[in-house]
């Protein structure tokens, strides 16, 4: 790893954050509100401001963008952009480019933090290695022979929307389950199941078997040496792992049960992390 300096921007529903990151360190954070409701050009802009700041007080090789949609990588293109909805069609590459003179890529977020995790995090020296991100969502990165895979259409992993039970895969294997199925606010459950509430506790070992229902259709298609979970639903790890395992050890191919690490991430920061990234995957 180089001491490049590349700027990681994180389009959150709310929030853009960025910061300057150099190896695994980051600048000051830089964050702005944006007018999520508004026109391309009013979020464009708040990603300028964001930028902008950086570049005053840093220089920069490139810029990397995750953002909550689909994309044409090659294009950096988005597309449909979740919680922005005048954001149906934007060339964000094309027009950033054009503003800072520096190469910028564009990606989703949940191959931001794949790729992040396998260049700054638990992912290091994995040559395949899966990113599931548990959150409102199940989402997924995927890393193949050391680069991150994101199929044509930048649809590969969307394992969440697999079929399961009565529903898809993320009704059950998210954070969304607790609302999903009872009707209860996972913050809730959470809070009470680190309190040794039983009835809590109950519910994270449900939630546990779904998850490793999940982990085992990943095993299934890519076979990786490294998952990593990441999401919101990673804090509760001690809660589901018993019964996560459980399921995973019904996996059809005993061996590979043995040789699969499961990892739960410790990056801070990691959408901006995983942003910045995409440069270093593009230099492979």
Known sequence: MTNTKVIGIDLGATNIRGAVVNNNSLSAIVSQKIKSDGSVEDVLNDIYKVVDALLQKDEATAIGIGVPSVVDVAEGIVYDVQYIPSWKEVHLKQLMEARYHIPVYVNNDANCFAVGEYHFGKGNNAGSMIGLTLGTGLGAGIIINKRLY????????EFGLFPYLDNILEFYSSGSFFSNVYRLDGVQVFEDAKKGDTQALKLYQELG???????????????????????????????????????IKTFVYTKAVERIRVEVSELQNSGIIGAAALYYDSQL
Not at 150 to 157: E, L, S
Not at 218 to 223: E, I, L, N, R
């Open 209 to 247: 078997t779904h998850i490793g229902h999940a982990i085992k259709q990943v095993m299934y298609a890519y076979d990786p040496q490294l998952i990593v979970l990441g999401g919101s639903v990673r804090y509760a790890y001690e809660f589901f792992e018993q019964t996560m395992w459980q399921e």
């Open 150 to 157: 994101a199929g044509f259409n930048c649809g590969a992993g």
